[in-house]
């Protein structure tokens, strides 16, 4: 493995804590790369998507950028919207990954946010996978406590998303977010197992 980052991603459904994770592993000196944070990179003024979204859709692209609301209300009237955004957007998403491991070929270890990850196949070019989870109380008490955030629409969020049970299924570790405490020690235990092995 020497001379080549040990790449985990990190994934898990809405409210289980996967921002706060991937925060602990940046403490820890782990350099992490933040699929949404591309996104919004790509869809800011200047940004790389700018041309791709315009030819699709020139009504969401001004001089603040990608009109995210534009993009939704397009998505709602034409079926095909989406797949051809995301045809046009996940190159350029891909192309930002490939950049960011390239600039850290001396890490042993790089986490990857990635909240779609089972749903857009990235594990089979990563490692492993981390799924952060907890308690179903505990995931909607957290995302109802977002403003503007509304039963349907939480429902509506977790339809979307591969249930729990099968990310955790499916991954090479699994983090319980149920304190803070709890978290950091078990991303401490993981980070020290996944360094000490890939050094």
Do not use: N
């Amino acid at each position: 493995m020497t001379g080549q980052p040990f790449l985990l991603g990190l994934t898990g459904s809405i409210g289980m804590g996967k921002s706060t994770t991937a925060e602990m592993f940046r403490a820890l000196g782990v350099p992490v790369w933040d699929a949404d944070a591309a996104v919004h990179r790509l869809y800011a003024p200047g940004g790389a998507a700018m041309p791709a979204i315009a030819a699709l859709c020139p009504e969401a692209v001004g001089v603040d950028g990608v009109d995210r609301a534009a993009l939704k209300a397009w998505i709602a009237r034409d079926p095909t919207a989406l797949a051809r955004i995301e045809a046009a957007v996940h190159p350029l998403v891909a192309a930002d990954r490939a950049e960011f491991i390239a600039a850290q070929p001396d890490a042993p270890l790089l986490l990857l946010d990635i909240p779609l990850l089972f749903e857009t196949g990235a594990e089979a070019w990563l490692d492993a996978v981390l799924v952060v989870t907890a308690p179903p109380e505990a995931q909607r008490t957290r995302v109802l406590s977002r403003p503007g955030m509304t039963e349907a629409q939480f429902q509506m969020l977790l339809a979307k998303q591969m249930p729990d049970a099968e990310k955790r299924a499916r991954a090479d570790h699994v983090i319980e977010t149920c304190s803070l405490e709890q978290t950091r020690a078990a991303v401490q235990a993981l980070v020290d197992k996944l360094r000490a092995a890939h050094a």
